[in-house]
């Protein structure tokens, strides 16, 4: 019972110790700029109303989730079959190494140049940067499985659509959540700059209008509220991870007791 | 039951060849078993994964009931020797001896009984909800034996299965093969490269000799087929049989190309 107190505490130390800094270090302070803390949080509730929420917060969440799904499916679709035929590997890797680094911001203007600048452009930027770290993880995964269990697997005559479910999806399932948790956070910042090039609507939208507005404690409540959704939604992430991936935590802890 | 004609294995591979079998001719008649013994490194693992059709062999056949071995043969289950990798470590012990069921499109009350059936019989009733890694290494060994158990191969094949396992518990599972052998009539091809156990096993030995690989020696064991651990290994015939076959390994080792003849005995192939 002491531990998980005890690791609460830890875990809330920092970002308690560095919020104390801020409310006091900006606690007098007159720059316009720099608001004191004080000043922004209790412009939050003001800015942030249910209507705000559900106008601008709600579409940059669905295009976020909508973009995102996208990129997982094509990733692990793709990555499934780059990482199961050495041949099409061989077509494909120079290309992908190409992609892969191309800042994904860079797309923002050329994918509005195909897709204008209604949702799609948006959904299409924020998957267009999500599926590489999906696509790649996936075919390093796939590649990796144990040859010992595909032969079992072929011994018993699991084969087909039941060994990929069964066998190379489940194998390859760590380095797929590596991928998505990496593309979780690509996610998040390309729909804040996909919404500040051409939007009427949405979190980063509306971040850029208060500054633009000069409504400065408006703009560092809408930066606090970007940080908390991140914080959540990765919250999230780890509790799906830690429900599909439990067997591959079990396993490491048992062979760090019994290498 | 198993015929295997002139088997020969070469593996090519990155300016390398290894040629791992050169010449193997055995049969395995229905319902018998058969120990392989050979020095390590001598392709027994190679010759087993051609028979379950995992490879292709370079030269040869291998034909199952008659019919040649292309791919796995349905009915026909390997118990490998790296137990801990062979098992699904995201699947709980009962979806594991489950799976290649599920696979078969079988009635599910059928493969509950049957996945029972098997645990019990290697005695882990009580670690079907485990996972494999929460297991000894024993306990792994056995679930993958139940997992082939399950199957209701009609030709179990197992490769040095309890290498990597502690005496007490490698005697217990080496009394459970041979229990279950003679409970289901099944055909087993056993690989060991420990003397004792291929002939406290095997109603046949074969000595395979070192690489390149051909069939060294055939050995009858003409021992009771009621053994047990603590009689069966300190009769005399046992000591007999066990000196025989170990002077064929040690000749095997050096190469000899010769069998030495004063420990031969004439043993007709038992088919
Ligand atoms: N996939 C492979 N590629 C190349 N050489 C191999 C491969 N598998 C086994 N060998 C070689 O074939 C020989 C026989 O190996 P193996 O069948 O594993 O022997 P055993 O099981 O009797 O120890 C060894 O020299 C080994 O290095
Ligand atoms: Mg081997």
Not at chain 2, 42 to 55: F, H, P
Not at chain 2, 103 to 116: D, F, W, Y
Not at chain 2, 246 to 268: E, I, L, M, N, S
Request: charged share 20%; glycine share 8%.
């Amino acid at each position: 019972m002491k531990r998980p107190a005890l690791r609460l505490v830890l875990a809330l130390a920092l970002p308690v110790l560095l919020v104390t800094v801020w409310w006091f270090a900006s606690a007098g302070s007159t720059d316009v700029y720099r608001p004191p803390l004080r000043t922004i949080l209790t412009t939050f509730p003001d800015v942030w109303t249910g209507e705000r929420l559900r106008a601008d917060v709600l579409p940059s969440l669905l295009r976020l989730l909508a973009g995102y799904a996208a990129a997982a499916v094509l990733g692990v679709a793709l990555g499934t079959v780059i990482g199961s035929y050495r041949r099409v590997r061989a077509v494909c890797e120079p290309v992908l190494e190409f992609l892969r680094a191309v800042p994904p911001p860079v797309l923002v203007p050329v994918i509005m140049l195909f897709a204008g600048i209604g949702d799609t452009m948006k959904v299409a930027v924020i998957a267009s940067g999500c599926v590489w770290p999906v696509l790649l993880n996936t075919v390093e995964g796939v590649r990796a499985v144990d040859p010992v269990l595909s032969e079992t697997a072929r011994g018993y005559g699991i084969t087909g659509a039941a060994r990929l479910r069964h066998v190379v999806l489940r194998s390859a399932s760590p380095q797929i959540f590596t991928g998505l948790r990496q593309a979780l956070s690509i996610g998040i910042i390309l729909m804040v700059i996909s919404e500040m090039f051409a939007a009427s609507n949405g979190l980063g939208f509306t971040i850029v209008q208060f500054q633009r507005q000069f409504a400065i404690p408006g703009m560092w409540t809408g930066i606090l509220l970007l940080g908390l959704l991140g914080f959540l939604l990765s919250v999230v992430f780890q509790l799906v991870e830690r429900r599909v991936l439990g067997w591959y935590h079990g396993l490491r802890a048992s062979s760090r007791r019994s290498p | 039951m198993l015929d295997v004609r002139g088997l020969r294995k070469v593996y090519e591979g990155a300016g390398r060849r290894v040629e791992a079998v050169r010449d193997l001719t055995f049969t395995v008649g229905a319902g018998e078993l058969v120990c392989l013994v050979g020095p390590s490194g001598c392709g027994k693992t190679t010759l087993l994964k051609c028979v379950a059709g995992l490879l292709a062999p370079t030269a040869g056949e291998i034909l199952l009931g008659g019919r040649p071995v292309t791919g796995p043969p349905p009915g026909m289950a390997v118990v490998f020797q790296e137990y801990g990798r062979s098992l699904f470590p995201w699947m709980r012990v009962g979806e594991n001896v489950e799976l290649p069921l599920k696979q078969q499109r079988m009635p599910k009350a059928r493969r509950r009984e049957l996945v029972a059936d098997a645990l019990r019989s290697v005695g882990l009733t009580d670690a079907a909800g485990a996972y494999p890694w929460q297991l000894s290494g024993g306990m792994q060994q056995r679930v993958a034996i139940a997992r082939a158990l399950a199957y209701e191969p009609d030709v179990l094949l197992m490769d040095e299965p309890f290498a990597a396992v502690d005496a007490q518990t490698r005697a217990d599972l080496e009394d459970l093969v041979r229990g279950l052998w003679r409970a289901r009539g099944i055909t087993v091809l056993f690989v060991t490269h420990d003397i004792d156990e291929a002939v406290y096993l095997g109603e046949r030995v074969l000595v395979l000799s070192a690489s390149p690989t051909v069939v060294r020696e055939q050995l009858s064991i003409d021992l009771p087929s009621e053994r047990d651990q603590l009689h069966t290994r300190v009769a005399p015939r046992f000591a007999e049989l066990r000196t025989q076959v170990y002077a064929q390994v040690q000749a095997a080792k050096r190469g000899a190309a010769v069998p030495a003849a004063d420990v031969r005995t004439p043993t007709p192939p038992a088919t």
